[in-house]
């Protein structure tokens, strides 16, 4: 860590943690998130994957993809391949993904071998240079998974290098106000700064990881840096399928009162 780098204690859904500067290692932060999928992974955090962008929101109704009948994709953070599965059956001409964990890149190819499904994975940070081919993908998709990065900017500009001309960048992410607020006696109350990006770490059943809470503007940025241009942005909750689920739940009044999931396409100019 930098010898500059600021500790400060905050609130982290109920529990105290640490957070630690933006100026940390990044090698820190990737050897202890590869560390946690490597060994806990989806078997305690519940895996976010398509037709699903996150909390209450689904491609069946927004349709960023539509008809990829042909087309070549690339998953960013693929985790146990469901998602890539998802595409396989809607006939993408090639699939392709990364991800950081060699654990997560085992379970997606004995998922994709068991639907006759084949997809070219490669273990990797998403932020270095793996091999992936350039100017050669139509779309390059990520499911909540893109948070993860220790290198914003770079990794959207390796991912518009990925991409052919007019190629389209789909992601979502957890919407930053939500990582902002918690409930406290049937209120919602701000437990930390919206301007804070700094890396934090969270205990998740005897594992760790860490987490940064980048704003939106930081998003948008970087997409503009990159070379893209912003054709969509969802962060409204779905009704259709709030009312489908548990209409009760902790996440579900949340969702009913501010945003908990984002998504954007974008695409390469």
Avoid at 41 to 68: C, H, M, R, T, W
Avoid at 195 to 214: K, M, N
Wanted: charged share 25%; proline share 2%.
């Amino acid at each position: 860590m930098d010898k500059n780098s600021v500790n400060k204690t905050i609130n982290i859904d109920g529990e105290v943690g640490v957070a630690i500067s933006v100026d940390m290692d990044r090698n820190v932060v990737r050897k202890t998130n590869s560390f946690y999928w490597d060994t806990k992974g989806n078997d305690f955090l519940k895996a976010i994957v398509l037709p699903y962008y996150g909390a209450f929101v689904s491609e069946e109704k927004f349709q960023f993809f539509g008809d990829i009948s042909g087309k070549k994709l690339l998953e960013i953070g693929c985790g146990n391949g469901q998602s890539l599965q998802y595409h396989g059956e809607r006939n993408a001409s090639e699939l392709w993904a990364v991800d950081i964990s060699e654990r997560q890149i085992e379970k997606a190819a004995q998922h994709l071998k068991s639907c006759g499904i084949s997809a070219n994975l490669v273990c990797s940070p998403m932020e270095e240079e793996c091999g992936i081919p350039v100017d050669y993908f139509d779309y390059v998709y990520s499911i909540y998974a893109i948070g993860w990065t220790t290198d914003l900017e770079g990794t959207f500009c390796r991912i518009a290098s990925y991409l052919k001309k007019d190629g389209v960048f789909i992601f979502s992410w957890s919407h930053p106000i939500h990582r902002c607020v918690t409930a406290d006696n049937e209120r919602f109350v701000i437990k930390k700064s919206y301007f804070d990006e700094a890396w934090y770490p969270v205990a998740v059943d005897e594992g760790e990881l860490l987490l940064a809470d980048r704003m939106l503007s930081t998003y948008v940025n970087a997409l503009a840096k990159a070379g893209f241009v912003i054709e969509q942005m969802i962060e409204q909750t779905d009704e259709e399928i709030m009312q489908s689920r548990d209409n009760n739940s902790d996440m579900a009044k949340r969702a009913k009162m501010l945003p908990v999931t984002f998504v954007i396409k974008a695409r390469k100019l």
